[in-house]
Structure formats: structure tokens, C-alpha cells
């Protein structure tokens, strides 16, 4: 009977142990490549020897369709998820999300407190900002004789010729293309929301149609410059950034840069919110903004992270003086209430065939 016991405490014990580790777990969604690798060696590792914890680090493209699966069936498998600001706010007014209290973030070394810290956007309901990220034109330094330098160039298949990378997503994209077309950067929004401002950004896109190659990742895009399947693409800037520190032949057009928050939000229902509100305080500390930005050139959303960075650095963010004199923020608040209206229209426009000239550009 002794026997017995100790071998039904030993079990206990093992099985305790196995529950314990198993707690000790957080599954945080993120995208990929260089911007997830600038969040795992920023503070995502640190995090895991600052909290004992492991981090499981899932990569997905966007949008809210499985956050809001996985919280309707009370089935949360997504502890923290980075998203885009107008997906968080649509989040948000499902109720999709948990709320964070900005005074429960940490304040700045300086004892500057989180709100009067942060930018104020990025401090959201739902959400915490994390970067100030940015889309932009690149192309390969070695397609062109005279480089590109506006963002018309992009629509100029005649003076730029070759095939063209962009988003398969409208946000951004019909943007560009009412700018290329010489709407004023302060009217896109009005007229984007009239039905006749929309229809003259998809006539618009149709001028490179039958060119386009789609990408749904920021390594995507860059792989598709790298390997010279288009001569140029839309690309997150500080994905460019990385593939150009590593040699590869790219540059960046600033003019008409499309710039963006990311936020870290909490789905609903999950079993591990206090854990994943820990990790979201310690990854939007002053020093773990500074620190992924130093792994890639995105804009922390903390003056007291900005502070940090060296000026070289500074230079080369999305939020440098220089890079936003044409620079157009990309309305969350905007998208947020016009994505499920514009998106299915967008996607039957990209499915439907087009007639492809005889002579295709090089």
C-alpha cells in the first residue's frame, strides 16, 4: 500500500509539473521576416528570461477573422496579437477584445507617464502601439537608366517598364492611386468616400492590371524585387531597409509614403490575459521599443524610445523629417468603417481577368 501511495504521489507530482509547465506558455501573432526577427531579438527573448516563460511566436497576414472565431467559440488559442490599427479598431467595436488601462503601462525612465509618453493614437481602448510603420515604392537599382523618384512613376509603364508588386489588399493601394491621378494628399479620403472617387482609383489600378504581381507579406514583396520577377513593388520600408544592409541591389521612393500604426492587442476569453497583459507592458517599455527599432527602422511610438536611438537611425525611420514631406497617414479610423464595404469589391476587381497587350513591358 506504501508502494502504491508513492507511486500515485510521484504521478501527481509529474503530472503537476507538466500542468505548471504548460501554464508557463504564451502564443504571441506577429507577421514575418525581418519584422518578426526585430521583435524576437528586441524583447521577445528577453521577455522569456525576464518572465521564465516560453513565447510562441505565430506568424499570420492580417485581419480579424480568426480572432473573432477563436473568441466566439471560447476557444482562444492567440494570447497577444500585433495588428494593424484600423483591424484593431474594428477588434475593438466587435468586442473582440480586452480593454488596457494606459495607466497601467510603465512609465518612461524620466517617470513621463505611458499618456503623456506615447503618441496619442497609438494608445487605443483595445490597444497599445508599437511602431509607426510605413508602405512605400521600391525598385531595383539596376532596372532603370534614370531612377524613379515620384510615386507616379510607379503607374508609368512607358517610361518605366516591368512588372509591378503591390499588396492584395486595397488599403494603401487606392490611396496611391488617386494621388498618381492628382487628387490633393488632404482630399484622398473625401473622395475615396464618394462611389464615383472609387471608381476613378480602380480605373486607375487598371492601367497596370495585366503587370501586377500580388504579395500578401512584407518578405513576400521583398523576395519578389530580390529575384527579379517585378522591377518594382510596394514594400514595408523597413523591410527594404534590411534587405539593403544585407546588399541587396533596392531603393526606396519616400514620395507618398503611406504611413501606419501597429498595435498589440488581447483577444477576449482568453486563458492567459494577466500573462499576456505582462508581456504587453514589458514589449512597449521605453526600452524595448528602442531595441526592436534598432533591429529594423520603424518609428517607436514612445518619445522616450525615440530619445534612445542613435541619429543615423533616426534618419532612416518612416517619422524622419525628410521622409514625411509627402507622406500620407493611412486612416484607420476610416478603413475601419469602409473595409468590409470596399474589400469584396476589391477582391472580385483582382480575380477578374484582364486583357493582356500583345507587346508586355520588360
Not at 495607466?103 to 524620466?110: E, R, S
Request: with cysteine; aromatic share 10%; proline share 6%.
Amino acid at each position: 500500500m506504501k508502494r502504491y501511495r508513492s507511486r500515485l504521489l510521484l504521478l501527481l507530482c509529474m503530472l503537476g509539473a507538466h500542468s505548471a509547465h504548460a501554464q508557463q506558455e504564451l502564443n504571441v501573432v506577429s507577421w514575418d521576416g525581418a519584422y518578426v526577427k526585430s521583435q524576437i531579438l528586441g524583447f521577445i527573448r528577453p521577455y522569456e528570461e525576464h518572465a521564465n516563460i516560453r513565447v510562441n511566436v505565430l506568424q499570420y497576414t492580417g485581419g480579424i477573422d480568426e480572432i473573432r472565431r477563436q473568441v466566439r467559440a471560447w476557444n482562444v488559442q492567440w494570447d497577444v496579437v500585433d495588428l494593424e490599427l484600423f483591424d484593431a479598431i474594428r477588434a475593438c467595436n466587435e468586442g473582440l477584445l480586452e480593454h488596457i488601462d494606459p495607466k497601467t503601462l510603465p512609465d518612461a525612465p524620466d517617470g513621463t507617464t505611458a499618456q503623456d509618453d506615447f503618441i496619442p493614437v497609438s494608445l487605443m481602448p483595445c490597444g497599445v502601439g508599437n511602431v509607426v510603420g510605413s508602405t512605400v515604392v521600391s525598385y531595383r537599382q539596376d532596372k532603370f537608366k534614370e531612377p524613379p523618384g515620384r510615386l507616379e512613376d510607379f503607374f508609368d509603364l512607358k517610361k518605366y517598364p516591368g512588372r509591378r508588386g503591390l499588396r492584395r489588399s486595397p488599403q494603401g493601394n487606392l490611396e496611391w492611386a488617386l494621388i498618381a491621378d492628382g487628387v490633393a494628399t488632404e482630399d484622398v479620403y473625401k473622395v475615396l468616400s464618394t462611389e464615383e472617387g472609387l471608381d476613378r482609383a480602380f480605373r486607375v489600378l487598371n492601367r497596370i492590371k495585366p503587370y501586377i504581381e500580388w504579395w500578401r507579406t512584407g518578405e513576400e514583396a521583398v523576395r519578389l524585387l530580390e529575384t527579379n520577377a517585378v522591377a518594382m513593388s510596394s514594400a514595408y520600408s523597413g523591410r527594404l531597409d534590411d534587405a539593403v544592409q544585407r546588399g541587396e541591389p533596392l531603393a526606396i521612393v519616400w514620395d507618398h509614403q503611406v504611413w501606419f500604426y501597429d498595435v498589440w492587442a488581447i483577444p477576449k476569453n482568453g486563458r492567459r490575459t494577466e500573462q499576456a497583459m505582462d508581456f504587453v507592458r514589458y514589449a512597449t517599455t521605453t526600452q524595448s521599443l528602442a531595441a526592436q527599432a534598432r533591429y529594423i527602422p520603424y518609428g517607436p511610438v514612445r518619445q522616450s524610445s525615440m530619445a534612445l536611438l542613435e541619429p543615423e537611425l533616426r534618419e532612416r525611420l518612416p517619422t524622419s523629417r525628410k521622409n514625411l514631406r509627402t507622406a500620407i497617414e493611412l486612416n484607420a479610423g476610416w478603413w475601419s468603417e469602409n473595409l468590409d464595404r470596399i474589400a469584396p469589391r476589391f477582391e472580385r476587381w483582382a480575380d477578374r481577368p484582364v486583357m493582356v497587350p500583345r507587346k508586355l513591358p520588360r
